[in-house]
């Protein structure tokens, strides 16, 4: 059938047309759900080599992490989650254990029952500082005053000041002042006495502590007491776990600092490339399904889940075929067909017809 140039300028127009009003009709939501499910199950069976190209993919992650992504892009949104999240936490008045299963309740104190939860080498790191040290020389240091004033001679009521009374009269009074200067002059002597000590004996306490709090992880008190730190900070609100909005700031802003200074790492990267590279080449020729399940995961990802995503990314497509760039390059596509055909009222392309 010969058609005018006319007639098929009208076509694609009302292709154009059609095409626009079809993708996003209500008929089109519910075979859109459809077909992706239909899509992704029959792709399970075609090899990863045909869907992943290791170079693009490559490219890709190089163009996604840089500095310039995570502190132009991402950090914004990242310290303004940090505040809302915080605010919301803050505000939650049931206990941190309410959003913890009983299940995950149990495996929680089987995990802190483990001696190897608190590191060793943590454990002596703390013995090494001067803090510890200075923690340890004031409580010995408390406790070994108080003993010496339970036991001093010069005070007790066992000790000098009992004697002195049985003494009384035989007229030894003398004898009794002579007394009270030994026990000034021996007061004045005992509490720097006691610290000069302490400077040498607390280092050696505390990593006797150290090693005792190692060596006897697994027995039943330290293991109850491990268990009960875990239960305690589940009986608590997030409020009261929670740091402070200022220190919850800094602490974002550090935490957004290091991803950056990785993304900034050339060392990192290249090592990323290598393993995405290889990675692709070694599963290439398998397919999808069976890289799935390598990785531990669904070889089929479960179609109910699949459709309501499909329903709910529908208006996101909807959008995304309003939108001028898109209708620009769907009408490119229509007119790229008919401007193909030669009407019957324009001479035949030079060259048809001979031989």
């Known amino acids: 059938m010969q058609t005018t140039r006319a007639a098929l300028e009208d076509l694609k127009t009302r292709h154009i047309a059609f095409l626009k009003a079809r993708l996003t009709s209500p008929a089109a939501r519910a075979e859109w759900q459809k077909t992706v499910a239909d899509v992704l199950d029959e792709l399970r069976f075609a090899p990863l080599g045909r869907l992943v190209e ?13 500095k310039q992504t995570v502190d132009g892009s991402l950090r914004p949104a990242i310290e303004r989650l940090a505040r809302e999240v915080h605010a919301v936490l803050v505000k939650e008045r049931a ?3 309410s959003f913890v299963s009983g299940q995950a309740q149990k495996d929680l104190a089987a995990l802190f029952a483990r001696p190897d939860v608190l590191p060793p080498k943590l454990v002596r790191e703390i013995a090494e500082s001067e803090a510890a040290r200075e923690v340890m020389r004031e409580v010995m240091h408390d406790a070994l005053k108080q003993f010496s004033e339970r036991v001093n001679p010069f005070v007790a009521e066992w000790g000098l000041p009992s004697l002195m009374k049985k003494l009384g009269p035989f007229g030894l009074g003398g004898v009794g002042k002579s007394i009270d200067g030994l026990r000034v002059d021996f007061e004045k002597r005992l509490d720097p006495e006691i610290r000069k000590f302490l400077l040498g004996f607390s280092q050696k306490a505390v990593k006797n502590a150290a090693e005792s709090i190692v060596a006897r992880a697994g027995d039943p008190p330290f293991v109850a007491l491990r268990q009960r730190l875990a239960g305690f900070l589940l ?19 550090i935490g957004v600092d290091i991803a950056a200074h990785l993304a900034a790492n050339e060392e990192l990267a290249t090592r990323r490339r290598a393993f995405v590279l290889a990675w ?7 397919p999808v399904s069976e890289v799935f399940a390598s990785l531990g995961l669904p070889d089929k990802p479960p179609r109910e889940i699949v459709t309501a995503l ?13 939108t001028p760039a898109a209708q620009s390059w769907l009408a490119s596509i229509v007119a790229e ?17 001979e031989g």
């Open 54 to 66: 290791p170079s693009s993919l490559a490219r890709a992650l190089d163009s996604a992490i840089t």
């Open 95 to 97: 206990t941190i254990g």
């Open 235 to 253: 009986e608590q609100r997030f409020a009261e776990v929670l740091l402070d909005v200022e220190a919850t700031k800094q602490g974002t802003r």
């Open 280 to 286: 692709v080449k070694e599963n290439e020729a398998k």
């Open 310 to 322: 499909a329903d709910a990314t529908f208006p996101a497509l909807t959008a995304t075929i309003g």
């Open 337 to 353: 067909f008919y401007d193909g055909l030669v009407a019957s009222d324009e001479p035949p392309p030079t060259g048809a017809g």
